[in-house]
């Protein structure tokens, strides 16, 4: 019999597993930020304003909110591993369209087309994980894999910034081609064939008409606050869901059954809330180094770099000290830090050191990387093997309306005070304070978690 040392070790086999599948969520990270430095080149070299460019971005995510709760059902129906290399196959064919497109609605088509690839690379790519290493491994892979897809929110301008100063902006969606390419190589030998049956079921056609429109109508409601009408459809869409799928008790787009476990609903609210308050507040950070301190694309990129380094440090250590110490402890201490990391910005209307910013930014790193391994343990931890699946469709949902819903949210508050505060700094460090109130809020479900467990 194996010793338990035995059974919890992370061997070669499942490291390089962890490794493939993360290079699909890292296509689509990368791809979501890269663009964010070439929204002018982009409207210039396909002559259309500002207006219609900026779609190019939120196209993207609507797609991602539009596809993300099929995941689970798309799995069971055709198994994680044919679903996860049609995606990374969508994705790469779609890199090419965009950067073969002609006019800004042909960019936002293939876009479209895009974010629906990426919005299923990383929960299925998560949950083909998650089944192969287990309840009991799944936070200390988490914490080893993740390290390369913390760099991402970095390094896309980085590299975006780099592109533009050599290449046309269509580059910035070739650049996905090889890698994709490779990535499906890879993955053809080393992902293994599903061990699991598949379960030939019709989609939930009602949950098909109400959930993903409602969750695409609720983000773009939000990107535009005048658009109130479409913010309430969407409200109401998915309040017609949530009564659809507990009458009739269909979970093929996104369980509710799932959130009568304690553990389960308490780790969703703290993903919804972490989306709002962490990758929310990345929004202002860019922001800031361009308006107040007046530095370019790639400098801003290149100064979040200390963030980066501490989310890379962070993460797999948090893998680890996650069984020993339980999911509570380590989410508190990344949330603690996250706010020691914010409290420099608080004083943005003066001027800020370099060395006081890389300080805050990589406390800011460790606070983010260190709540991903326990959150998603506790997850993962608290459903069934075949739940998995569906479990990872419904935390993906969580986090980026979380996200979209944070970002809209301060986006708001910083246009208010850029228009009333006396200067941009004043402006930002007014923001900053909400910032720092999201974070603090996710303090609460985060000390409902379950302590050290045996």
């Known amino acids: 019999m194996k010793s338990t040392a035995e059974v919890d070790r992370l061997d070669p086999w499942l490291l390089r597993l962890g490794g493939v599948l993360i290079l699909g969520a890292l296509l689509a990270q990368l791809d979501a930020t890269i663009v964010t430095v070439g929204i002018g080149a982009i409207g210039r070299g396909l002559t259309a304003d500002l207006a219609s460019v900026q779609w190019v971005s939120t196209a993207y995510l609507l797609a991602v909110a539009l596809v993300a709760p099929l995941s689970g059902w798309l799995t069971q129906r055709f198994g994680g591993k044919r679903v996860w290399l049609a995606s990374v196959t969508l994705f790469v064919a779609a890199s090419a369209l965009c950067g073969l497109a002609w006019s800004a609605p042909a960019l936002i088509v293939c876009r479209v087309l895009q974010g629906l690839g990426g919005g299923l690379m990383q929960p299925v790519g998560q949950a083909l994980l998650a089944r192969h290493a287990g309840p009991s491994r799944i936070g200390r892979v988490v914490g080893i894999i993740t390290v390369p897809i913390t760099f991402a929110p970095v390094a896309g301008p980085v590299i975006g910034g780099l592109i533009l100063q050599v290449a046309d902006w269509r580059w910035m969606f070739y650049v996905n081609v090889p890698i994709g390419l490779v990535t499906l190589l890879l993955a053809a030998s080393i992902v293994p064939a599903d061990d699991q049956e598949t379960v030939r079921t019709r989609p939930d056609l009602v949950g098909l008409l ?26 109401v869409l998915l309040i017609g869901y949530v009564v659809h799928a507990l009458r009739t008790g269909k979970v093929s787009l996104l369980d509710l059954t799932l959130f009568t476990r304690r553990g389960f ?14 990758y929310s507040s990345m929004l202002l950070l860019p922001l800031y180094f361009a308006q107040v301190r007046g530095l370019n694309a790639l400098q801003a990129g290149l100064l979040l770099a200390p963030q980066a380094l501490g989310t890379a440090l962070a993460t797999p250590l948090a893998g680890k000290l996650t069984p020993k110490y339980g999911p509570r402890a380590v989410v508190l201490l990344g949330i603690l830090l996250t706010m020691v990391g914010t409290v420099p910005f608080l004083f943005a209307g003066q ?7 890389c ?4 406390l800011r790193g460790a606070g983010i990387g260190a709540t991903v391994p326990p959150n998603v343990a506790a997850i993962y931890t608290s459903v069934d093997r075949p739940q998995i699946p569906g479990a990872t469709s419904a935390r993906t949902v969580l986090n980026r309306i979380g996200g979209s819903i944070g970002t809209a949210v301060l986006a708001f508050l910083l246009q208010d005070n850029l228009s009333s505060a006396g200067t941009p700094g004043v402006a930002y460090a007014d923001t900053f304070w909400w910032a720092l109130a999201l974070s603090a809020l996710t303090l609460i479900p985060a000390a409902l978690y379950p302590g050290r467990t045996k």
């Open 351 to 357: 001027e800020l050191g370099l060395i006081p910013i």
């Open 359 to 362: 300080v805050a930014l990589f």
């Open 210 to 235: 109400l959930l993903p429109p409602g969750l695409a109508a609720l983000v773009y409601g939000l990107s535009d606050t005048s658009q109130i009408e479409i913010l309430v459809a969407g409200v």
């Open 265 to 278: 609903t308490l780790a969703s609210v703290n993903t919804f809330l972490l989306g709002a308050a962490l």
